[in-house]
């Protein structure tokens, strides 16, 4: 198999607070693990790539200390984003390498979706 | 800059018809080319995969990669109303887990 697991599905929050987001791979452990972000109408758009026990890699334009990335295991990663403010509202979506097929292949979570009010 | 493109669409067809899907990337260096499906509101979902020339059929969907002329197709047969989705067109290069998506194709089959 190749399940990958997101939580919370959906989050409401106010201007301000911090939100973090679980993705865990069920039956397969992951070397790496990767966040998007997905607005309405548009195309994923990559955020940052995580290895195990090791720091984020962050696309350009992303701010790494709003969105906080630690993948602590082969099977966890988790994104945190801090003082989160309306423009924040997306669909986060993360995936994982290292199930089922091709090494290379990139498995999706469910995805979160984050409203801030 | 790598590029994955696909027509937006939408790509309407009806019930049972072939649906044919394209997408043109930019990396000659690419090795391995990525069909997933999203529908609204969802996650995209793996439907196959291809890294060699030629076809690869799994079901009703059969990929196609021509490397020469950097062209990935997707083609549903027997197309149904629950294949009405955006399909997305992902491919990455040489050493990289990271993929380059294109922006989509909405496909909608009509009863």
């Known amino acids: 198999g190749a399940v990958v697991s997101q939580h919370p599905s959906r989050v409401i929050c106010k201007s301000g607070t911090s939100v973090k987001i679980e993705c865990r791979s069920l039956d397969f452990q992951a070397t790496t693990m990767f966040w998007y972000r997905q607005f309405p109408k548009q195309s994923l758009m990559l955020m940052a790539t995580?290895?195990?026990?090791?720091?984020?890699?962050?696309e350009q334009g992303v701010e790494k200390d709003k969105f906080l990335i630690n993948h602590a295991s082969l099977t966890l990663s988790t994104l945190t984003v801090t003082s989160a403010h309306p423009e924040d509202s997306s669909f986060y979506i993360c995936s994982a390498i290292g199930g089922q097929g091709a090494t290379d292949t990139q498995y999706f979570g469910p995805g979160t979706r984050l409203t801030v009010l | 800059q790598k590029e994955v493109e696909q027509n937006s669409g939408p790509l309407s067809v009806p019930e049972g018809a072939i649906a044919s899907l394209n997408c043109t990337y930019s990396?000659?260096?690419?090795?391995?080319f990525f069909w997933y499906r999203q529908y609204s509101g969802k996650s995209p979902e793996l439907i196959m995969f291809?890294?060699?020339?030629g076809d690869k059929e799994d079901g009703r969907f059969t990929a196609q990669l021509n490397k020469a002329s950097q062209y990935v197709s997707l083609l549903i047969r027997d197309s149904q109303p629950s294949d009405s989705a955006t399909y997305l067109c992902?491919?990455?290069?040489?050493?990289?887990?990271?993929?380059?998506f294109g922006k989509g194709t909405k496909l909608s089959v009509i009863p």
């Open positions: 990396d000659r260096g690419s090795q391995s």
């Open positions: 992902a491919v990455n290069g040489a050493g990289s887990y990271q993929l380059t």
């Open positions: 291809i890294y060699s020339n």
């Open positions: 995580s290895n195990e026990g090791s720091k984020a890699t962050y």
